[in-house]
């Protein structure tokens, strides 16, 4: 088997062209990133086929914030990466905050199959 077969390589997201003007490529951990992304701004019902995948986070952008609003997303995110990317990750902490028109997630996770922990921002604007 050569090296290159043995090298994963998955679409990037936002689906672009690279420098080359080929198809751009992502390695497993930015994969995985941009996965988790989809899932925390992908609003449930968005998707025709999986109508309940998403957290829908922008739409609570405008929401009056609280401490139990912030409890209860931090619940539903975690179930959410849990039910539709738990086999990819494991959750280590999460904070989520919410600033005017902006919700910031900052995720601690263990990318399940290089066993790398890694500490990402996630950021979201409302439209």
């Not at 672009?16 to 992502?26: E, M, P, Q, V």
């Not at 179930?79 to 900052?106: F, K, P, T, Y």
Request: charged share 25%; net charge negative; hydrophobic share 40%.
């Amino acid at each position: 088997m050569s090296p290159r077969a043995r090298t994963r390589s998955d679409l990037a997201f936002p689906f672009h062209a690279d420098r080359r003007g080929r198809t751009a490529h992502a390695t497993h951990p930015e994969h995985v990133r941009d996965l988790i992304e989809q899932l925390l701004f992908t609003s449930p019902g968005e998707r025709v086929m999986r109508p309940d995948f998403g957290c829908g986070l922008l739409d609570l952008v405008f929401a009056p914030n609280s401490p139990e609003l912030v409890s209860t997303l931090e619940l539903s995110v975690q179930a959410s990466l849990q039910r539709w990317l738990g086999d990819l990750v494991e959750v280590v902490a999460l904070d989520i905050e919410g600033d005017e028109n902006v919700v910031r997630v900052h995720l601690s996770y263990v990318v399940r199959a290089t066993g790398t922990v890694r500490d990402d921002l996630f950021e979201g604007r409302a439209a």
